[in-house]
């Protein structure tokens, strides 16, 4: 079966770093587009990041762009996320998420396995 599982989260400092993992199980991975989503407390999911399934290809939603990267290692079976410039309104479950096809997207849709996820707090 389909596993997503999510690490890397934890509590930072504004302007600091972290790099999230989602490794990857039951499907193959190297086959099909991927993406990051985000649910900050009391707010419904929000897309971030797409990479498509070679890497090739990525997408940032504007509050991100210029701060985070995403990349993925095909051989590992694992995506990732480099946050960097991190700011309060960051604060989040990150969540990764499968995408239906080879092709990355903007946006919640054409998603059919998601994470648990892993918690990111940026506070002073």
């Known amino acids: 079966q389909v596993q997503l599982v999510e690490s890397g989260g934890g509590l930072v400092r504004p302007g600091g770093s972290l790099r999230l993992s989602c490794a990857a199980s039951?499907?193959?991975?190297?086959?099909?587009?991927m993406s990051w989503v985000r649910q900050a407390p009391g707010k419904g999911l929000e897309w971030v990041s797409d990479?498509?399934?070679?890497?090739?290809?990525?997408d940032y939603a504007d509050a991100v762009e210029g701060r985070f990267t995403i990349s993925r290692d095909n051989a590992k079976s694992t995506l990732y996320l480099q946050m960097n410039s991190l700011e309060p309104d960051d604060t989040a479950v990150y969540h990764c998420?499968?995408?239906?096809?080879?092709?990355?997207?903007?946006?919640?849709?054409?998603?059919?396995?998601r994470g648990q996820g892993t918690q990111v707090t940026v506070s002073s």
């Open positions: 990479i498509n399934s070679n890497g090739a290809y990525t």
């Open positions: 998420a499968k995408r239906l096809s080879l092709f990355a997207m903007r946006g919640l849709g054409a998603v059919d396995y």
């Open positions: 039951g499907f193959a991975f190297s086959d099909y587009a």
